[in-house]
């Protein structure tokens, strides 16, 4: 049971890392099968010309500060908005990713909640003094 923090932190950071750098670099095509939602929703942060470049470029590097252990906490605060908008997006936009984004959210959950590790310090910024 030591060992599941470790792990899940690897898990998400390997996510993270993989599909940020996939999507900066533009390795993997849009789904064939995009619902038109999705697809408007899509075209819209590309439209932006800044926003899809940075957030994946946040998640790559956030993805890369859990895998390598060095701010863990930071990284787990600054990719919460980013699953929950992920989360959010599976339920309207585009369902077929729902699994991934819920094993996504509970793996968050579990490291900013229950994992000793990090829960202490992200439970702090939630705490009035």
Known sequence: MKKFPLIARIV??????IFGLAGLLQM???P?????GMETFLKGLMASKYFFPLLKITETVCGLLLL???FVPLALVILAPIIVHIFFVHIFLMPDGLMMALVICILELYLCVFAKPYSITVRKLFSAK
């Not at 998400?12 to 890392?17: D, E, M, P, R, V």
């Not at 064939?32 to 038109?36: K, V």
């Open 12 to 17: 998400l950071g390997s996510i993270f890392s």
């Open 28 to 30: 993997m095509p849009p």
């Open 32 to 36: 064939a099968n995009m619902p038109i």
């Open 68 to 70: 390598s252990g060095f």
